[in-house]
């Protein structure tokens, strides 16, 4: 967080959150209860964390904040993955160049559809967006937002929506195919005009958000094709292949764990498995091999693995672990 030296310290906090008065009533006020020990006033640092304090409030109601740790370089993705990425940061910060100085039209936000198997980097690019930016992300939980009330759920969008407009977050929506994956042609019941309804809204709102939200969804997920053209940028990601998977192998077990010549190549070109599923393989054969006193190894690495695909119905483990 970096003002600008010639810019005034109220016009600053006033370009960086359009806070109503109300938030920025209580914001003031619990910054100057932070300092009351010692009178001194609040400077920048202590009204910008009480102006998100406010702001966080609301979103948490339908959702939780995650960590932005990753970087761009801890990402495994294909290169055509990367490039999106890339193009995503880029558009975020020269959003106000193109739109008021060059006069290109368009909504004032970003929207993005990420689609891809379970597991495969979807929530961690969108930290990596978001810590690119420096903004805090937002993952909402759609099981909270969705409600068979008429109504309720346009309402809870709009809640979201307006307090990250405010507080300059990116809004994740994780596995929206709840609302996606529902019938919006054809439409036969009044349940169908009702999920039509919810779907619409959603566009329509990510369409006037002036910040960057994430949609993400499953490959399967039947997508109506006007849908997709809705977003600006509609990033596939691709199951990793085998010399992505030995490079997830590789970050997957720390350099100071123990290890006894793990063959990252063969486990790879081996086992279909996503990054996710990789990250658990790794833990629970660390473990173990920690129980057992012994380093971590190819053979123990493979035994895990084999025990993961019996634990989901799979006689061998043949194909992709879901």
Do not use: C
């Not at 970096?2 to 370009?15: D, G, I, K």
């Not at 109300?22 to 020990?37: K, P, Y």
């Not at 993705?77 to 999106?84: I, Q, Y």
């Not at 086992?271 to 091999?289: P, T, V």
């Amino acid at each position: 967080m970096e003002m600008p030296h010639s810019m005034p310290f109220v016009t600053w906090l006033a370009s960086r959150f359009a806070a109503p008065g109300g938030v920025i009533a209580r914001a003031v006020r619990a910054a100057r209860a932070e300092r009351a020990a010692t009178n001194d006033p609040p400077d920048l640092v202590a009204l910008d964390q009480a102006v998100r304090s406010q702001l966080h409030d609301r979103l948490v109601r339908l959702g939780r904040r995650i960590d932005a740790r990753a970087r761009l370089d801890d990402l495994v993705v294909d290169d055509d993955t990367l490039a999106s990425l890339v193009q995503i940061v880029a558009a975020l910060r020269e959003r106000r160049k193109v739109r008021e100085r060059w006069g290109f039209r368009g909504p004032a936000g970003i929207s993005v559809l990420f689609s891809g198997d379970p597991g495969v980097g979807k929530t961690m690019s969108a930290t990596v967006i978001a810590r690119q930016l420096g903004l805090a992300i937002y993952e909402i939980d759609l099981s909270r937002v969705v409600s068979r009330r008429r109504g309720e759920t346009e309402k809870n969008l709009g809640e979201v929506f307006d307090a990250a407009e405010l507080g300059h977050a990116v809004l994740l929506f994780n596995e929206a195919d709840s609302l996606f994956g529902r019938r919006t042609t054809d439409i036969q019941s009044s349940d169908d005009r009702h999920a039509s309804m919810e779907t619409n809204y959603l566009l329509q709102r990510l369409e006037q958000f002036g910040g960057l939200a994430i949609v993400t969804i499953n490959p399967e997920t039947a997508v109506d094709p006007a849908f997709r053209r809705r977003f600006a940028y509609d990033v596939q990601f691709t199951f990793p292949d085998p010399a992505m998977r030995a490079e997830l192998w590789r970050r997957a077990i720390p350099r100071a764990a123990e290890v006894d010549g793990v063959d990252f190549a063969e486990l790879g070109a081996r086992f279909e498995l996503s990054g996710r599923f990789i990250q658990i393989a790794a833990e629970r054969s660390a473990f173990q091999a920690a129980a057992l006193r012994e380093p971590i190894s190819t053979r123990g690495l493979v035994r895990t693995i084999h025990r993961m695909y019996r634990e989901r119905g799979k006689r061998s483990a043949v194909g992709r672990l879901e």
